[in-house]
C-alpha cells in the first residue's frame, strides 16, 4: 500500500501553560473589531477579564455575547449575531466548550455568508472563506478548536445535525491547559473519554482508495498517515493521564496531557472522521439528553468489540499506545487488552457501563439502530460494515452490557 496523508488543520495552534496572554497579539494581526463569545459562567472570570484586558491593551475593539445554550440551539445563533450586525465585526473569538466554539463557528458562517443555518447543513455548502476564527478551549474534549464540524441542535429535527467544511476550521486555535483547571472531575471525564472515542474512531477508521478526488469530494476521508500520527498522540496522553487529571484535578502534567490530546484528536479526527459509536449516540442522546461525550464513551468498548475482526492490527497498536505490556502476545490477545483497559479506565472515571444505565429505553433499541444506521457519513467509516440485524444486535449488546455479544456480531451486509 502506497503512503497516503490528508490534513486539515489551523494556520496556527498555540499550546502550553499562559498562552492565553497571547490573544490580544493574535487577534491584532487578525482583524480589529472582535465578537467574543463565551458562556455566561466564563465571562464572570478573572481569566476572562484579563483576556479582555489583553485585547484593549493591543487596540482591539470588542463586543462580547455570553448568553450561549448548550447544544447550539439553531435560532439562538441568528440571535446571537443580531446585534453583531451593526458592529460590524472581522474577527471572531470563541472562549468555552464545544457548544460555545461551535457557535462562534456558526457566527462567522452566517456573518460572512448570510441565509440560515439549514441551508449549509452537510459537507461542502459552505461557499467560501468565513469570518477569521479565533478558538480557545476552556474544556479538554471536543476538538472542535482544530475541526472543520459544528453540530447544532434543530427543533425540526429529532437528531443534531452538522455542517462540515473545511472553511469553518479556525485561523488560530489558542489553547491553555490552565483554563481547564476548575473543570470539575464529572466534565473532566465526560470530555476526555471523548477526546479518546475521537482518537480510537480516528485511528481505527475504514481505509479509503486514495485518489486526487477523495479530500475534493470527502471532508471525512478515512485514516490516513497523518491522522494516525495524531491519534496516536492522542491515545498516548490520555492512556497515562485521562484518570490522573479525573482524580487529581490539581495535577497540572495530567492536565495539560488531556488538553493535547483533545486536541491531537480533533486534528485526526478532522480528517479521518468518527464512526459507529457517534453514529448510535446521535439517537441515543435525543432520546437520553445526556451529555454527547458520555454516550460515545459508553459505546466505545462495545463498538471496538463489534469491529476488532476488521481492524485487529490498529487495536493491537491501541493497546501499546495506551502503555499496556505487549511483548509475548499475539495481535489478537493484544486487541482485547486495548478493549479491556478501555473498560478500566472508563469504570475508573464513573463512565456507564451500559446503554441501560445511560437512560437508554429497551423499547427504543431498534428505532435507535434504524436511526444510527441511517447516518452514513459515519457508518461509511466504521471499519466493519452493518446491516439493521448486526446494528441492533451491537446495541443490544450494549444495553445488557454484554462486550461478548457484541463481539460475535455478524453482519450480512
Not at 440560515?116 to 477569521?132: R, S
Not at 478500566?344 to 437512560?359: D, Y
Request: glycine share 10%; hydrophobic share 45%; with cysteine.
Amino acid at each position: 500500500m502506497s503512503l497516503f496523508g490528508t490534513l486539515r488543520v489551523p494556520r496556527e495552534i498555540l499550546f502550553g501553560k499562559g498562552q492565553r496572554a497571547a490573544l490580544g497579539s493574535v487577534a491584532a494581526r487578525t482583524g480589529k473589531r472582535a465578537l467574543v463569545y463565551t458562556d455566561e459562567r466564563f465571562a464572570g472570570t478573572s481569566q476572562f477579564a484579563s483576556m479582555m484586558d489583553s485585547l484593549r491593551a493591543a487596540s482591539v475593539d470588542f463586543l462580547v455575547y455570553d448568553r450561549i445554550l448548550p447544544d447550539v440551539p439553531r435560532d439562538s445563533v441568528a440571535a446571537g449575531i443580531e446585534q453583531a450586525r451593526g458592529f460590524a465585526p472581522d474577527v471572531v473569538i470563541g472562549i468555552g466548550g464545544g457548544s460555545v466554539l461551535d457557535f462562534a463557528k456558526c457566527s462567522a458562517l452566517l456573518l460572512a455568508h448570510g441565509g440560515a443555518l439549514q441551508d449549509y447543513y452537510g459537507e461542502f455548502k459552505v461557499p467560501g472563506p468565513v469570518l477569521p476564527l479565533i478558538l480557545m478551549p476552556t474544556t479538554a474534549g471536543t476538538g472542535s478548536e482544530v475541526t472543520p464540524v459544528a453540530v447544532i441542535s434543530d427543533p425540526e429535527r429529532t437528531l443534531k445535525v452538522g455542517i462540515s467544511s473545511p472553511y469553518l476550521i479556525s485561523t488560530t486555535a489558542i489553547c491553555d491547559p490552565e483554563l481547564t483547571y476548575s473543570c470539575p472531575a464529572g466534565l473532566t471525564a465526560i470530555a476526555g473519554a471523548d477526546a479518546l472515542t475521537h482518537a480510537i474512531e480516528a485511528y481505527t477508521a475504514g481505509r479509503r482508495e486514495p485518489n486526487a478526488e477523495l479530500a475534493l469530494r470527502h471532508v471525512f476521508v478515512g485514516k490516513s498517515a497523518f491522522t494516525d500520527h495524531f491519534a496516536l498522540l492522542a491515545i498516548q496522553l490520555l492512556g497515562r493521564s485521562l484518570v490522573t487529571a479525573c482524580t487529581d484535578g490539581s495535577n497540572e502534567e495530567a492536565r495539560a496531557d488531556v488538553m493535547m490530546a483533545a486536541t491531537a484528536a480533533g486534528c485526526a479526527f478532522g480528517t479521518a472522521g468518527t464512526a459507529a459509536a457517534h453514529a448510535i449516540q446521535y439517537p441515543i442522546g435525543a432520546l437520553t439528553h445526556t451529555a454527547h461525550g458520555l454516550g460515545v464513551a459508553t459505546l466505545l468498548p462495545y463498538v471496538m468489540s463489534y469491529n476488532k475482526p476488521a481492524c485487529t492490527p490498529e487495536l493491537a497498536k491501541v493497546a501499546s499506545a495506551l502503555g499496556l505490556e505487549t511483548q509475548g502476545r499475539g495481535l489478537d490477545e493484544n486487541a482485547q487488552a486495548a478493549i479491556d483497559e478501555i473498560v478500566r479506565m472508563f469504570a475508573a472515571i464513573k463512565i456507564p457501563r451500559t446503554l441501560a444505565e445511560l437512560g437508554l429505553a429497551q423499547d427504543k433499541i431498534e428505532w435507535t439502530a434504524q436511526q444510527a444506521g441511517g447516518i452514513d457519513r459515519l457508518i461509511k467509516n466504521n471499519p466493519r460494515q452493518f446491516d439493521l440485524t448486526a446494528m441492533t444486535s451491537l446495541i443490544q449488546a450494549a444495553y445488557d452490557g454484554d462486550l461478548v455479544m457484541a463481539a460475535q456480531q455478524d453482519c450480512a451486509a
